[in-house]
């Protein structure tokens, strides 16, 4: 690869992590909705684990900044699920075709959203939460997009609220899943280079979602959410059958 292709390459990198970080610092998730498709196209080398572990900084980020409206109630129990949920898609992806998996895990998420918009409302227990933590583990390790299931459960949530909440859940998350690749060979020195890579870009989205924020929390919130949950099953979708 000669110097002005490889300068390209940052310049694409640069504009997909800034975008998904600006997403993510807005609505408390999003930046593999934005970043996993195109960051396949450009290099997949960045996925799963450059991308994880930038996502780390980023909610180590979020977490801090909105950490006085953080909803502590509960999260033990969708970290929980989590790790469950990693545990079981480590496991499923060894014997289910993913193409089968995206494509129930994107019905489960637009039932989600039906669900939402007929005014029922899913209220958070303890089993609701180790339930939607699970079901948001397996589709982060299966599909890479493991937001969905949590915003449905946190989406009544005020903007600061919602961010920081999930964005201390993601941190314990993100964490899970670099153990589990790391004792696979999946995460090394190569993968926290490209890591480094993705920084740049991840803080620039960072400083901008904290004026997009602002103006989402204007009565915005739910619906991006539910409008981002939706677009995201439609993804998995097409992904399953491309």
């Known amino acids: 690869m000669d110097l002005n292709s490889e300068w390209l390459v940052f310049g694409y990198v640069f504009i997909i992590s800034a975008l998904g970080a600006t997403l993510q610092g807005s609505l408390g998730l999003g930046l593999g909705f934005v970043a996993v498709p195109l960051l396949a ?3 997949p080398q960045f996925l799963p684990g450059p991308l994880i572990m930038a996502a780390l900084v980023l909610t180590i980020l979020l977490a801090f900044r909105e950490h006085e409206s953080i909803q502590v109630k509960g999260i033990a129990w969708v970290i929980t699920g989590r790790l469950i949920g990693t545990l079981i898609g480590i496991q499923i992806l060894v014997l289910v075709p993913k193409d089968y998996l995206s494509m129930t ?12 918009l007929s005014g029922i409302r899913i209220k958070r227990s303890s089993g609701s939460l180790l339930g939607s933590g699970t079901l948001s583990g397996l589709m982060a390790t299966t599909a890479a997009i493991g937001g969905p299931p949590l915003a449905m459960i946190y989406q009544y949530l005020r903007g600061p609220e919602l961010r920081g909440t ?5 941190v314990f998350g993100a964490i899970i899943s670099l153990i589990a690749l790391s ?8 993968q926290l280079k490209l ?3 993705l920084l740049p870009g991840i803080f620039t989205g960072y400083y901008f ?3 997009t924020a602002r103006l989402l929390d204007k009565g915005f919130i739910r619906p991006a959410i539910l409008i981002f949950s939706l677009l995201s099953g439609i993804i998995l979708i097409i992904k399953s059958i491309l």
């Open 41 to 43: 196209i450009i290099d």
């Open 195 to 197: 890591s480094v890579i």
């Open 183 to 190: 004792t696979v060979g999946y995460f090394g020195l190569l």
């Open 166 to 170: 999930l964005s201390s859940i993601f």
């Open 105 to 116: 895990f994107a019905i489960m998420v637009i039932l989600g959203v039906l669900i939402s």
């Open 209 to 211: 979602s904290k004026f």
